[in-house]
Every structure is written in C-alpha cells, then in structure tokens.
C-alpha cells in the first residue's frame, strides 16, 4: 500500500543496517523492522525487505529495505561483498557447514600455510563454481534444500561466479580464516568445500561474517539485539540512487 492509510502516517522509505546475529534468517530481521515500525504507528501493510540472504549460522550486515527502497532489491543484491570466513579443514558436512552432520577427515599432515596460500590462488577471478545442495536454489519447482532434507540431493551445475580476492588472515590447523571479496551468487560454503577438496582434506564453513554489502559495511550497523522499541523515518537511511549502491 502506497498511500495514506487513515489512522495511519504516510509510510516512510529507506533504508535500515542490521548486525544480524547466530541464529535468525534473513527474513527475521525484516520480521523485526517491521514490527518495529507498526509499533512506531505504520500500518501493518508497509513494505520491508532485504538486499540479500545470510544463513542462519552467519552473522554481520543484512541491508533492509522499507517502502519504495524495496524496488532496490536486485541493485543492492547486485553489489560486491566482503566476507570473514573461518574454514575448519579437519571435517566435511553434506550442507558444507555446521548444520549438517560432521565427519572426521584422518590427516597425517596437515597443510602448512603456504600451501593453503598456494591452494587459494586458483579460486581468484571468474571462476565456475558448484552451489551446495542444501540451498535456495529451484529445481524443477522446488528448493534444493528441500529435496536435500528428502534424501533427494540435486547435483547441481557449476555456474560462474567472481571471486575478487581472497587472503589468508590467520591459519593454525585445522581453521583457516579467510577475508573473501566476491559478487553476487559466490557461496562460501562450496568455497570451503573446494578449498579442502583442493588440498587433500576436510573443508567446512565453521563460521561466516559479512562485513560489506557495495559501500555499505557492517560498523555502521545496528546490532540486531539492539533494535530499538520503534523504528520511524529518522532511524533510516535516505532513499539512494541505484548507482550509488
């Protein structure tokens, strides 16, 4: 609804961050900004959405979308993002991370450090990537998660993605973190898997932080435990340009 709604002020467009924490989806920070905003006196048909998923076990920005800024969908989703990504290289996981359940890889060397370095090189550029089966993506009508939990895993197509850098921050055995720059559609769980597939070992996503959605990062974020009561147009970012994005 885009009009005035009688008892109702004028809904307000914009944009709020959110510092999402371990355990909500995507949507429960909509969910959240939502209510908070018909708890400020906006009617309960106001538009909120969100520039993009982070899983449930992966915490950092969520870009949400109110009124009008909800047509910002795919420019927002479209923008490069920075990702911290701690990579246990000791288990593997059918969901790629620590949903699933974890087998234990028996290594009698660990990889040294230089080369899990030499290993990351290949993954940098436009490279081909197969997305996990436990994920959003349709086949044939249905969620690749959902035939996964059927006992159906989908083998899904490798398809190409950009992956702008990837650094080594810290490495003691079995967890490499790494600080990933990628575009849209890069998931970082088949990057663990490939990663551990590429050096002989286990490959898991123990943990993801998405720090940077285009120019917006996660400092400027309102941590999602500290929504306040109500949300009203001050709290919200102004209505951007598409290529300010």
Same mark, same amino acid.
């Given at each position: ?14 944009? !709020?961050?959110? $510092?999402? &924490? %371990? ?7 909509? /969910?959240?900004?939502?209510? #908070?905003? *018909? ?58 991370? !620590?949903?699933? $359940?974890? &087998? %234990? ?7 040294? /450090?230089?080369?899990?370095? #030499?290993? *990351? ?6 490279i081909q990537q197969r997305p996990p089966a ?31 850098a990837i650094t080594l921050t810290e490495y ?46 996660v400092e400027e974020a309102t941590p999602y ?21």
């Amino acid at each position: 609804m885009t009009q005035d709604t009688p008892g109702h002020p004028p809904p307000p467009s914009g944009l !709020l961050l959110v $510092d999402k &924490t %371990r355990g909500p989806t995507s949507m429960d920070c909509c /969910r959240a900004v939502k209510h #908070r905003l *018909i708890n400020a006196g906006f009617h309960k048909s106001i538009k909120v959405g969100h520039g993009g998923t982070l899983d449930p076990l992966a915490t950092g920005l969520v870009v949400v979308l109110v009124g009008k800024a909800t047509k910002l969908c795919d420019a927002v989703m479209a923008g490069e993002k920075e990702y911290l990504a701690d990579v246990d290289l000791s288990v593997t996981s059918p969901t790629q991370d !620590l949903e699933g $359940d974890l &087998t %234990r890889i028996d290594v009698a060397s660990p990889p040294s /450090r230089e080369d899990v370095e #030499r290993a *990351i090189l290949p993954f940098i550029g436009l490279i081909q990537q197969r997305p996990p089966a436990h994920s959003a993506m349709w086949v044939n009508g249905e969620r690749a998660y959902d035939l996964a939990r059927q006992g159906k895993a989908p083998d899904l197509p490798a398809r190409p993605v950009q992956i702008h850098a990837i650094t080594l921050t810290e490495y003691a055995w079995p967890i490499a973190r790494l600080d990933i720059t990628c575009g849209k559609g890069t998931y970082i769980r088949s990057l663990a898997r490939d990663l551990g597939e590429a050096l002989g070992v286990g490959g898991c996503l123990a943990s993801l932080r998405r720090t940077r959605s285009g120019r917006f990062r996660v400092e400027e974020a309102t941590p999602y435990d500290r929504l306040p009561h109500q949300i009203t147009p001050a709290d919200l970012r102004p209505l951007p340009k598409p290529g300010d994005l």
